[in-house]
């Protein structure tokens, strides 16, 4: 028998995948499937990215990189911060990864082992709790409520501290509800972490470019009193259509980043070269594209909460960022899950169970609106089929 530690019975998954792979396999059969569940757009990488890509190959850049990232990606990233969020940022604190779940993994691992708290958005994304389980740190989840818009409450945040607290973990735009928190209560949590310097804030904001409604993304970087604790998660999976790249980038003060450091030496040696010069003419290229993307998603955002809002049983609150609809389906009488799972089975659509992203995701299921409007319609019209036709498993 091998002996291996314990914290492989605590560590989780991320049912996205799995629900992906069941929707693939019955593809596969020949069953006409509506993929709702995976949270990755549907476009094509922006041509000129791909061939910055082809072009950095052919140009040779095939070796190891630094550790943290190429120099000229880690500046372009600082000029992108202070370009959209006027934030100062130096390039010394700034780390490519690869991807933004990297960033989870090395922030939780720095701050997380037994005896420490760490708290969490629930519903949430899955691997935050995860993450927190595997260290052997005690998981404290932060309610994030329908009433509240699915913004988390700087007062039920503030008051889950104690002297045990090490990292909170915030993130808006949400998965898996879209909400995003109002510029007023991320002031009140940063004005009430005073109290607690000793307590880390990990913001992840990967979907910074996803609000709608005319709001505007607020970057916890433009708090000054808490950049000395405050890492930031980011990258360009969403933003940019390139989730199969695994790019992505953070910043970390003091310490940290020396830390994260030595976890990436220790763990990837760098982030694929090729990949990081798409990166590059990710942020120096137009931003048409991702313009074009966001309208897209904006208005496919309007399709899926009409269509869900007439669905028996089903209400749905709008989404103010991100591309996901959280809607309440309680009356329906379905448990999340088995509905999830009898609606892929019987109608051929794919969405997440609420509670694959917490406790309080029970009652709610989760709808990627990264896919084309024909098809949303499509997925309506079989849930809506589905739910006045079967009575709750
Ligand atoms: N953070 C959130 C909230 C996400 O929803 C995701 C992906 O779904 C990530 C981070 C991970 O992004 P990446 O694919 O770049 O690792």
Same mark, same amino acid.
């Given at each position: 028998?091998?002996?291996? &530690?314990?914290?492989?019975?605590?560590?989780?998954?991320?049912?996205?995948?799995?629900?992906?792979?069941?929707?693939?396999?019955?593809?596969?059969?020949?069953?006409?499937?509506?993929?709702?569940?995976?949270?990755?757009?549907?476009?094509?990488?922006?041509?000129? &990215?791909?061939?910055?890509?082809?072009?950095?190959?052919?140009?040779?850049?095939?070796?190891?990189?630094?550790?943290?990232?190429?120099?000229?990606?880690?500046?372009?990233?600082?000029?992108?911060?202070?370009?959209?969020?006027?934030?100062?940022?130096?390039?010394?604190?700034?780390?490519?990864?690869?991807?933004?779940?990297?960033?989870?993994?090395?922030?939780?691992?720095?701050?997380?082992?037994?005896?420490?708290?760490?708290?969490?958005?629930?519903?949430?994304?899955?691997?935050?709790?995860?993450? &927190?389980?595997?260290?052997?740190?005690?998981?404290?989840?932060?309610?994030?409520?329908?009433?509240?818009?699915?913004?988390?409450?700087?007062?039920?945040?503030?008051?889950?501290?104690?002297?045990?607290?090490?990292?909170?973990?915030?993130?808006?735009?949400?998965?898996?509800?879209?909400?995003?928190?109002?510029?007023?209560?991320?002031?009140?949590?940063?004005?009430?972490?005073?109290?607690?310097?000793?307590?880390?804030?990990?913001?992840?904001?990967?979907?910074?470019?996803?609000?709608?409604?005319?709001?505007?993304?607020?970057?916890?970087?433009?708090?000054?009193?808490?950049?000395?604790?405050? &890492?930031?998660?980011?990258?360009?999976?969403?933003?940019?259509?390139?989730?199969?790249?695994?790019?992505?980038?953070?910043?970390?003060?003091?310490?940290?980043?020396?830390?994260?450091?030595?976890?990436?030496?220790?763990?990837?040696?760098?982030?694929?070269?090729?990949?990081?010069?798409?990166?590059?003419?990710?942020?120096?290229?137009?931003?048409?594209?991702?313009?074009?993307?966001?309208?897209?998603?904006?208005?496919?955002?309007?399709?899926?909460?009409?269509?869900?809002?007439?669905?028996?049983?089903?209400?749905?609150?709008?989404?103010?960022?991100?591309?996901?609809?959280?809607?309440?389906?309680?009356?329906?009488?379905?448990?999340?899950?088995?509905?999830?799972?009898?609606?892929?089975?019987?109608?051929?659509?794919?969405?997440?169970?609420?509670?694959?992203?917490?406790?309080?995701?029970?009652?709610?299921?989760?709808?990627?609106?990264?896919?084309?409007?024909?098809?949303?319609?499509?997925?309506?019209?079989?849930?809506?089929?589905?739910?006045?036709?079967?009575?709750?498993?």
């Amino acid at each position: 028998m091998l002996k291996t &530690i314990a914290a492989f019975d605590r560590i989780g998954e991320e049912n996205a995948f799995a629900v992906l792979a069941r929707a693939n396999a019955l593809a596969a059969q020949g069953r006409d499937i509506i993929n709702l569940g995976i949270g990755q757009p549907d476009f094509r990488t922006p041509d000129f &990215i791909v061939e910055a890509a082809v072009k950095a190959l052919r140009e040779g850049h095939h070796g190891y990189t630094p550790a943290t990232g190429i120099p000229p990606l880690r500046e372009a990233v600082a000029e992108d911060l202070h370009k959209r969020f006027n934030v100062e940022v130096s390039p010394d604190s700034v780390m490519i990864m690869p991807g933004g779940k990297p960033t989870m993994f090395v922030s939780i691992l720095m701050f997380g082992e037994p005896g420490a708290e760490i708290m969490y958005p629930d519903p949430g994304f899955p691997i935050y709790r995860s993450m &927190i389980e595997f260290t052997g740190a005690t998981p404290v989840p932060v309610p994030i409520r329908e009433e509240n818009g699915f913004a988390f409450s700087a007062e039920e945040t503030l008051s889950l501290i104690t002297p045990k607290t090490r990292l909170i973990i915030l993130n808006s735009p949400a998965n898996p509800t879209g909400g995003v928190t109002p510029k007023s209560e991320v002031d009140k949590l940063v004005a009430g972490l005073a109290k607690w310097p000793d307590v880390a804030i990990m913001s992840d904001e990967i979907y910074d470019h996803m609000v709608y409604d005319g709001e505007t993304h607020v970057c916890l970087l433009s708090y000054p009193e808490i950049r000395d604790r405050l &890492i930031l998660l980011n990258g360009w999976s969403k933003t940019y259509a390139m989730t199969g790249w695994r790019l992505g980038y953070a910043v970390f003060p003091g310490k940290l980043y020396d830390y994260a450091r030595k976890l990436a030496v220790n763990f990837h040696s760098c982030v694929n070269a090729s990949a990081q010069y798409a990166g590059l003419a990710a942020l120096k290229g137009p931003q048409d594209e991702v313009w074009k993307m966001v309208a897209e998603f904006d208005k496919r955002r309007k399709v899926v909460v009409e269509g869900l809002n007439k669905l028996p049983g089903v209400s749905c609150a709008t989404p103010k960022g991100a591309f996901y609809a959280f809607p309440n389906i309680k009356a329906t009488g379905w448990k999340a899950k088995a509905l999830a799972t009898a609606l892929l089975d019987d109608a051929g659509v794919a969405i997440i169970g609420g509670p694959d992203f917490g406790i309080l995701g029970e009652g709610y299921v989760r709808l990627s609106y990264a896919n084309s409007t024909e098809n949303i319609l499509k997925a309506l019209d079989r849930m809506g089929e589905f739910l006045s036709k079967r009575k709750a498993a």
